[in-house]
C-alpha cells in the first residue's frame, strides 16, 4: 500500500514535469530570439525581422500559455505528494523558489500582457523593452528552479538540524557544485531547442515553395544559431560530465555502464545493453580507453563503477545509459546538421538542397527529446536519493492512500494527452497559416494598427464620455 | 515585528491579492455561461486576457510563501487537501489554455467556451470548499475526500462562487459598454444580496463552531473594536448596490453611466471582501493550519525568512508598480476592434 502510493506520487511527478519541461524549453529560447528580431527590426528596420518576431510570437503565446498552467501544478505537487520532503527540505527550497516568482514569474506574467496584446498600444521601442523583459524574466525563471534541482543532486551549504535542512550560506547553497555547468547546459538546451524549430519550419516552407523571403531568413538565422550553440553545448556537456564524476560518480557509472568498482582504461561504449541482474553489458560496440581519455585525460584513466555501492543505492541503469546515448547522439547530429549548412551556404546551395532541407524539417522535435533524455539522466540517475547521499526518495512521499494517487495520475495523462494533441494541432495550424504578409505589417505602421494608436483612441472616446456627463 | 508574524500577513496579502485579482477574472468564466452572444463572450475575455496570467501568479506566490516560511503548514495542508487542490489545478489548466485557443479557433469555440467556464467553475468551487474546510479544522492525511464534502463546505463553495461572479460583474460595468454593462449591472445587484446572505451565515457557523472563536467576538469587550468590520461590510454593500442600480437606470434612460458609478463598484466588491477576510483572520489567528498548527510552529528557520526579507521588500512594491502600469496600458472599456499579437 505504503510502497504503491509511492510508486505512484514518483510516476505523477515525472509525468507532470515531463509534461511542463516541454514548453520552458521552447519558450526560453523562443522569447529570446524574438527579442533579438525585433531588436534587429528597429536597429536595422529591414521587415523581414518584423515579420519573424511577429510570426513566431503565435506559436510562442501558446506554448507560454501551455508552460504557465503546467508548472503551477508542480509547485503544489511537492507539498501534495512529497509532504515529508517538503518538510525537511522546505527551508532551502522554498525560499529558492519564493525568490523565483518574485523575480522571474512576475516579471514575466507582467510584461507578457504587453508584449502579446500592447502593439497597439505603447510604443515600438517599449514593446521592445516589455520582450526583452519577458526573455530575462525566462533566464532568471531558469537560474533559480536549477539552482534548487541542482542542490538536490549536489547539496552543500546547508546543516541538518533535527533531521532537517537549515541554511549555513546562501551562497553556497545557490552556487552548489553542479549548478553553473546545469544552468548553461539548460540554457544552451533551450536555445537550441527553439532554433531547431525555427529551422525545421523554414525548411517545410522552402520545399513547399512558400513564403520564400521569410523562410530563407528564418533557414538562414537559425543555422547560424544551431552553429554556435550545438559545439558549444557539447562542450558544456563534456564539463558537466566531469562534474558529475567528481561529486556523483555512481551516476557517472550508470551512464557510461561501467559495472566492476573501479577499472582502468574504461572503453567508451556506442552502444550496450546493460544486465542489472548479471551486473555487465550485452552486445558492447565500443572505442578502448576512450571513456578513460574523456573524463581522466589519460588512456589508463581510473573510473568508479556501480559495483562500488550495494544494489540498493545504484539507480536504474539502462535507463540512464540510454538516456544518455540519446541526448549525445542527438546532440551529435545537430553539430553535424549546422557543419552540413556550413558547407552549403559555402557553396551557395542552401537552399536548395532537398536533402538537407528535409532532414532540417525533421529536426524538429530533437531538442525537446534531448532535453528529456538529459533531465532523465540527470533525474533517474540521481536515485535512490532525492536529495543526493542524504534522504532517500522512498521515506518522503506523502502517506496517501494509493487508489488517491492513481485517480490524479489517470486525471493528469489524460488532460494532458489531450491537451498536447491540441497543442500541437493549434501549433500546426498556426504554421500552415504563414507569417502575417508585408504588405499587412505595412499597415502595422499606420492607422488603427500603429503602435499607440489604441491607447489615443481611448482615451479619446473617454474624453467623449466626460464630455457628455459634463452636459448632462 | 518578528519574522514568522511578518511573514505570516504577507501570506495573508498574497491570498487576499489572489482572491481579488483571480476573483474577478474567475468570476467572468463563471458569467460565461450567462452572457450568449459570441460577440458578448469575445469582449469578455478579451477584457482579462492580457491580466490573467498576472493574477494567478499571486497564486503561485501564496504557495512558495507557504513553503518557504511555513513549510510545515505547507506539506500539511497540500497533502490534506489533496483531492480538492487536484481538482483545482486540473480546472485552472483548462480554463489557462482556454485563453489561447479560443481566439485561434474556428471550428471548436463551442468547446473552448465549455472549458473557460467549467474550468473557472470548478476551480471556484473547490477553492469555498477548501475554505469550509479549514475553518472547520484541518482534516488527516487518510480521512476520504468524501468526507470534505459538508453541507457547509458545499455552501462555502457556492458562495466563493457567487463571491467571485459579484467581482466580476462589478469589473465588466467598468470595462463593457451598453448592453453588456447592463446585464453585468442587473447580475451583480442580485449577487450582492446572495454574497450578504452567504457572509452572514459564514460568520454565524464560524462563530458557533467553536468556543473560543464565539469568545474572541463576543467575550468581553472584544466586540467594541471589532464591530467595525460587519458594519463597513453592510455599509459597503449598500452603497455597492445603489451604484449598481444608478448605472441600469442611467443606461435605461439611454445616458451613459457616471464614471464614478461605474467604477466604484469594484472596489466596494473588493472592501467586501476584504473585510471579510479580516473577518476570517480574526477568528482563525494565529492559526496556520487550523486545528493543528499555529504560525510559529510551523515557521522556517531564522536563516530561510531573512534570507526571503529582501527579495519581499524589494520586489513585492516593484512587482505592484509594474502591475499597476500594466493595467493603466489596458486602462479604458474593451473597444471592439481586435487587439494583439
Ligand atoms: C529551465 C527552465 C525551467 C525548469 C527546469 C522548470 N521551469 Fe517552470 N517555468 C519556466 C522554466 C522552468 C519558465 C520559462 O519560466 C515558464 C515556462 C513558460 C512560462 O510561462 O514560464 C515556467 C512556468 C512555471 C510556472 C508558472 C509561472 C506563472 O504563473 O507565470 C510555475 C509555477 C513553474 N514553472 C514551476 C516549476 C517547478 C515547480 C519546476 C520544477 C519542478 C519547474 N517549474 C521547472
Ligand atoms: C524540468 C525538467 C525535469 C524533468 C524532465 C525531471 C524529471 C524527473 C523524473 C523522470 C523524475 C522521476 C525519477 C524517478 O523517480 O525515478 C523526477 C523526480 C523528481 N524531480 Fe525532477 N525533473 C525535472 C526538473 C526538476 C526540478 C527543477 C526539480 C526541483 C527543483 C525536480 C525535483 C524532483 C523531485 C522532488 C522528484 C520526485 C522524487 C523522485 O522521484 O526523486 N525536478 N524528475
Ligand atoms: C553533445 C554532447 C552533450 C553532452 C556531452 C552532454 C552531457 C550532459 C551531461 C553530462 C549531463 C548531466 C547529467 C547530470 O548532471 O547528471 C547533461 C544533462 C542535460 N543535457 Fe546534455 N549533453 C550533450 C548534448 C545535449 C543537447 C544537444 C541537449 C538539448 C538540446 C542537452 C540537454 C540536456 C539537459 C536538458 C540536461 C539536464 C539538465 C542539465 O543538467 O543541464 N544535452 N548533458
Known amino acids: 500500500m505504503e510502497l504503491d502510493s509511492a510508486l505512484l506520487s514518483r510516476l505523477q511527478f515525472a509525468f507532470t514535469v515531463s509534461f511542463h519541461i516541454i514548453f520552458p524549453s521552447i519558450t526560453i529560447g523562443l522569447a529570446t530570439l524574438i527579442a533579438i528580431w525585433e531588436g534587429l527590426w528597429l536597429k536595422t528596420r529591414n521587415p523581414l525581422y518584423l515579420q519573424l518576431a511577429k510570426f513566431w510570437i503565435k506559436p510562442f503565446a501558446i506554448t507560454f500559455g501551455m508552460g504557465v498552467v503546467s508548472g503551477i501544478v508542480l509547485s503544489y505537487e511537492f507539498g501534495t505528494n512529497f509532504s515529508k520532503f517538503s518538510e525537511l527540505t522546505g527551508a532551502v527550497l522554498g525560499p529558492l523558489m519564493a525568490y523565483e516568482v518574485l523575480t522571474a514569474f512576475f516579471l514575466e506574467a507582467g510584461f507578457l500582457g504587453v508584449m502579446l496584446f500592447g502593439w497597439q498600444r505603447v510604443s515600438a521601442r517599449l514593446h521592445f523593452f516589455a520582450t526583452c523583459t519577458v526573455a530575462v524574466g525566462t533566464w532568471i525563471s531558469a537560474f533559480w528552479i536549477i539552482a534548487a534541482n541542482s542542490w538536490m543532486q549536489t547539496p552543500a551549504g546547508h546543516a541538518i538540524v533535527d533531521g532537517k535542512f537549515v541554511v549555513e550560506s546562501w551562497l553556497e547553497v545557490i552556487f552548489n557544485p553542479s549548478m553553473p555547468y546545469r544552468l548553461v547546459h539548460m540554457l544552451l538546451a533551450t536555445m537550441l531547442t527553439a532554433g531547431l524549430v525555427v529551422l525545421a519550419t523554414s525548411a517545410w516552407y522552402l520545399r513547399r515553395k ?82 578513460s581519455l574523456i573524463l581522466t585525460h589519460d588512456w589508463h584513466g581510473e573510473l ?104 490524479s495520475l489517470t486525471l493528469f495523462v489524460l488532460t494532458y494527452s489531450l491537451l498536447f494533441g491540441v497543442y500541437l494541432y493549434f501549433f500546426r495550424k498556426l504554421i500552415k497559416k504563414g507569417p502575417p504578409p508585408l504588405e499587412d505589417l505595412q499597415h502595422h505602421l499606420i492607422g488603427v494598427e500603429a503602435s499607440g494608436y489604441a491607447l489615443a483612441l481611448t482615451k479619446t472616446l473617454q474624453g467623449n464620455d466626460t464630455q457628455t456627463e459634463g452636459a448632462k | 515585528m518578528d519574522l514568522p508574524l511578518f511573514y505570516f500577513l504577507l501570506l495573508g496579502f498574497a491570498i487576499l491579492m489572489y482572491v481579488l485579482l483571480d476573483g474577478f477574472d474567475l468570476g467572468i468564466g463563471i458569467l460565461y455561461p450567462w452572457f450568449r452572444d459570441e460577440a458578448d463572450k469575445d469582449q469578455l475575455m478579451r477584457s482579462i486576457s492580457h491580466v490573467w496570467d498576472g493574477n494567478e501568479t499571486w497564486l503561485v506566490f501564496g504557495g512558495v510563501i507557504l513553503f518557504g516560511a511555513f513549510p510545515a503548514a505547507y506539506a500539511g495542508l497540500t497533502s490534506a487537501l489533496y483531492a480538492p487542490i487536484m481538482l483545482m489545478l486540473i480546472g485552472l489548466i483548462f480554463r489557462g489554455v482556454a485563453f489561447e485557443y479560443r481566439f485561434k479557433s474556428t471550428t471548436s469555440k463551442r468547446w473552448w467556451n465549455r472549458a473557460f467556464a467549467i474550468g473557472s467553475t470548478v476551480a471556484a468551487f473547490c477553492q469555498g470548499l477548501m475554505l469550509g474546510v479549514l475553518i472547520g479544522g484541518t482534516p488527516l492525511v487518510s480521512a476520504s475526500p468524501l468526507d470534505l464534502l459538508t453541507p457547509f463546505t458545499l455552501f462555502t463553495g457556492f458562495a466563493l462562487l457567487a463571491g467571485y461572479a459579484l467581482l466580476g460583474c462589478t469589473y465588466l460595468v467598468m470595462k463593457c459598454r451598453d448592453g453588456r454593462q447592463q446585464r453585468a449591472a442587473r447580475y451583480g445587484r442580485r449577487l450582492v444580496w446572495v454574497l450578504m446572505g452567504a457572509m452572514l451565515v459564514v460568520s454565524i457557523a464560524t462563530a458557533m463552531g467553536s468556543d473560543e472563536i464565539w469568545q474572541r467576538w463576543f467575550g468581553g469587550w472584544h466586540f467594541l473594536w471589532l464591530w467595525p468590520l460587519p458594519l463597513l461590510s453592510v455599509l459597503a454593500a449598500r452603497l455597492l448596490y445603489r451604484d449598481l442600480g444608478r448605472v441600469q437606470r442611467q443606461l435605461k434612460a439611454g445616458a451613459i453611466p457616471h464614471s464614478r458609478h461605474e467604477d466604484r463598484p469594484f472596489w466596494l466588491a473588493v472592501s467586501l471582501f476584504a473585510l471579510g477576510f479580516a473577518g476570517l483572520l480574526v477568528s482563525l489567528f494565529p492559526a496556520i493550519v487550523p486545528g493543528k498548527l499555529s504560525y510559529v510552529e510551523a515557521a522556517a528557520p531564522q536563516a530561510s525568512l ?36
Open chain 1, 210 to 291: 512558400e513564403h520564400i523571403a521569410f523562410a530563407r531568413k528564418g533557414l538562414s538565422f537559425s543555422l547560424w544559431w544551431l552553429l554556435i550553440f550545438a559545439p558549444l553545448q557539447a562542450f558544456v556537456g563534456d564539463l558537466h560530465g566531469l562534474n558529475v564524476k567528481e561529486h556523483q560518480p555512481v551516476k557517472l557509472a550508470a551512464m557510461e555502464g561501467i559495472w566492476p568498482a573501479r577499472e582502468q582504461n574504461v572503453p567508451l561504449l556506442l552502444f550496450a545493453i546493460p544486465d542489472p541482474v548479471q551486473e555487465k553489458n550485452h552486445f558492447e560496440v565500443a572505442i578502448p580507453g576512450m571513456a
Open chain 1, 304 to 407: 568508479t563503477g556501480l559495483q562500488s555501492v550495494p544494489k540498493a543505492d545504484r539507480p536504474n541503469v539502462p535507463l540512464v545509459f540510454f538516456s544518455f546515448r540519446v541526448m549525445v547522439g542527438l546532440g551529435v547530429l545537430m553539430i553535424m546538421l549546422a557543419l552540413w549548412g556550413l558547407w552549403l551556404r559555402r557553396r551557395d546551395a542552401l537552399y536548395q538542397q532537398p536533402l538537407f532541407l528535409w532532414l532540417c524539417s525533421l529536426m524538429a522535435p530533437t531538442g525537446v527529446i534531448s532535453v528529456l533524455a538529459g533531465w532523465y539522466v540527470v533525474e533517474v540517475g540521481r536515485q535512490p536519493w532525492i536529495v543526493y547521499g542524504l534522504v532517500r526518495t522512498s521515506e518522503v512521499v506523502s502517506p496517501l492512500p494509493a487508489e488517491r494517487v492513481a485517480l
Open chain 2, 306 to 341: 531573512q534570507f526571503m526579507l529582501p527579495g519581499v521588500l524589494i520586489f513585492v512594491p516593484l512587482i505592484l508598480a509594474y502591475t499597476c502600469w500594466g493595467y493603466r496600458i489596458f486602462a479604458g472599456k474593451v473597444e471592439d476592434f481586435s487587439e494583439g499579437y
